[in-house]
């Protein structure tokens, strides 16, 4: 049974940093891809980074890039997504989900973007940027 959970959000004051981690268990593969998604109520999931297991290749929305990194750590198997610089907009409930059939590369990008091409979901961890 294929089980992802995200870890790590919480209330961080805008300028501050978060790590949030995916745990992937029951998946054994050599090549999928993690995505994390995003979304606020009354706003539509958006994508905002992904890493490929297999390549390692990452990619970030126009939004995260030079503030957000994601890393796989090996040890833990673990997708982790570093979030420095925070501000409101990045407010809201944190997601990753594991599409299965990506060899190379990851997206989140275009029709991407919703997170229709990835098949496992985690429940959710909330990331709140106020002061």
């Known amino acids: 049974q294929v089980q992802l959970v995200e870890s790590g959000g919480g209330l961080v004051q805008p300028g501050g940093s978060l790590r949030l981690s995916c745990a992937v268990s029951?998946?054994?593969?050599?090549?999928?891809?993690i995505g994390w998604f995003r979304q606020v109520p009354g706003k539509k999931r958006e994508g905002v980074s992904c890493?490929?297991?297999?390549?390692?290749?990452?990619y970030y929305a126009p939004s995260v890039k030079g503030r957000f990194t994601v890393s796989r750590d090996n040890y833990k198997n673990t997708v982790d997504l570093h979030m420095n610089n925070l501000g409101p907009e990045d407010t809201g409930v944190y997601y990753c989900?594991?599409?299965?059939?990506?060899?190379?590369?990851?997206?989140?990008?275009?029709?991407?973007?919703?997170?229709?091409?990835?098949?496992?979901w985690g429940q959710g961890t909330q990331v709140t940027v106020s002061s």
């Open positions: 989900a594991l599409d299965p059939t990506k060899y190379y590369y990851c997206s989140v990008y275009g029709p991407d973007s919703r997170g229709s091409a990835y098949t496992y």
């Open positions: 029951g998946f054994t593969a050599d090549y999928y891809a």
């Open positions: 890493y490929n297991k297999h390549d390692r290749g990452t």
